[in-house]
């Protein structure tokens, strides 16, 4: 099967389409509002705490946002998530354009921790959408497609920050930081309107709604704990999350302090990471890579050795290439072991089991930002890039010397329930 016959699957494509078009316009948002934190505040630690903040929701309610992926329709839950976070941010887009590009302060935490709230019960159902809507045998091209839009978006949408965008910043920055925001509260309504044309995606749980959702959640967490390398796997990518979340605090204070402070400079480490993400998940895609376990070490291993090269590489064009080979090595960790979950997870735990993971990851991020720009004010932006780096290496340690989960393997086909055939409602 090839990309073109997932494609070809009417409800995974307007899944897909939705998924495309809300990246586009994060990609805008997200560079420019931490570039616009920085402006305004004149802090790097700042940086970090709205970081922080805009994580903090994925921390408390991640498990409850799982088990409401688990009882109602994925549907319904990823569409009203689009259309509040529209909401948000075009009341927030007026008032940057209201207030010529420097809105309170206040509202630099508000903001991003809104959409988080809101974000926060979108993941989780729409990666239990994904194995639900399509069958077993194109699980790893459906991944892989999806990690290749969620990058590929945000490399159109750099494009233009550093070059059309960046005139206008120099013409006008209230302007230049207005519409990016704009742009992306109309991403969110465009997406709505795929996701609307779904068909309701109900949970293969027939008995979901009699449980209380504190006992869905507890046996979430025993399932998890039940299976050693599935709860490894989770805390493994909890530590890799700590070390790789001081990142964007970091290429802001290297933009600043190494390549000019210009918005285009930043846009373009954010392409080159972006472009490395893309080629590598459609080769990972075509490879069907059975040994997750080694795929998934070997694949953080090499980001670690990379993410240190880019701490003594203070040319551009030399910290860009060592960029876009850590974008290059993490598709190699991250779609195997993401098929390896879609295959063996059943249908009633997966967006529990997503949940739990974007929790864990999330708990750890507030506390990586917080202390990156913390430690690059006290210790140099050199020494974070070492500590970030050395970090994922002993993660991947950790991994290595698990003989069960260095040994992990995607499982045959045959014995695989397929996922994609449950009955979806018909679309109202």
């Not at 494009?159 to 920055?173: F, G, H, I, W």
């Not at 490879?287 to 070490?297: A, D, S």
Request: glycine share 8%; proline share 5%.
């Amino acid at each position: 099967m090839q990309y073109r016959d997932v494609l070809r699957l009417p409800t995974f494509r307007r899944l897909w389409l939705g998924q495309a078009v809300s990246q586009l316009g994060d990609s805008f948002y997200f560079v420019i509002f931490m570039f616009m934190v920085q402006k305004i505040t004149g802090s790097a630690a700042m940086v970090g705490f709205v970081g922080a903040a805009e994580t903090l929701p994925y921390l408390l309610l991640s498990l409850y946002g799982g088990v409401l992926a688990d009882r109602l329709d994925r549907r319904r839950i990823m569409l009203s998530s689009d259309l509040v976070s529209g909401g948000v941010l075009l009341a927030f887009g007026l008032l940057v354009f209201a207030t010529s590009g420097t809105p309170p302060i206040w509202t630099l935490f508000v903001v991003p921790l809104l959409l988080s709230v809101a974000r926060v019960f979108f993941m989780p159902a729409k990666n239990a959408a994904i194995p639900a809507v399509v069958p077993p045998e194109s699980l790893t091209l459906a991944n892989s497609l999806s990690s290749a839009t969620q990058n590929f978006m945000p490399m159109i949408a750099l494009s233009l920050s550093a070059t059309v965008l960046a005139v206008l910043y120099d013409r006008s920055r209230g302007t230049f930081f207005g519409l990016a925001v704009m742009l992306d509260a109309l991403s969110f309504f465009v997406s709505a309107g795929f996701l609307f044309r779904l068909p309701s995606i109900i949970p293969d749980r027939d008995k979901a709604t009699e449980l209380h959702p504190w006992t869905d959640l507890k046996e979430g967490i025993q399932y998890v704990r039940g299976r050693h390398t599935l709860s490894l796997q989770i805390s493994l990518n909890a530590i890799f999350a700590l070390c790789v979340s001081p990142f964007f605090v970091v290429y802001v204070a290297a933009n600043e302090q190494w390549f000019g402070g210009h918005p285009n400079t930043l846009a373009w480490f954010e392409f080159s990471f972006c472009a490395g993400l893309v080629l590598s998940s459609i080769l990972v895609g075509r490879l069907k890579i059975r040994h997750v376990g080694q795929g998934f070490i070997w694949g953080l291993g090499f980001v670690g050795v990379f993410v240190i090269a880019m701490g003594v590489s203070t040319h551009f064009w030399i910290f860009l290439f060592w960029n876009f080979a850590c974008g290059v090595s993490i598709p190699f960790a991250d779609i195997p072991i993401a098929t390896w979950r879609a295959m063996t997870v059943p249908d009633r735990y997966q967006g529990r089991v997503n949940s739990l993971q974007f929790m864990v990851q999330s708990g750890s991020q507030p506390i990586g930002m917080s202390l990156g720009g913390m430690l690059e004010q006290r210790l140099g932006l050199s020494m974070v890039f070492y500590l970030m780096g050395i970090g994922m290496l002993l993660a991947c340690l950790a991994g290595l010397f698990d003989r069960e989960f260095r040994s992990l393997k995607l499982p045959d086909l045959a014995g695989i329930t397929p996922l994609g055939t449950q009955e979806i409602a018909p679309e109202s």
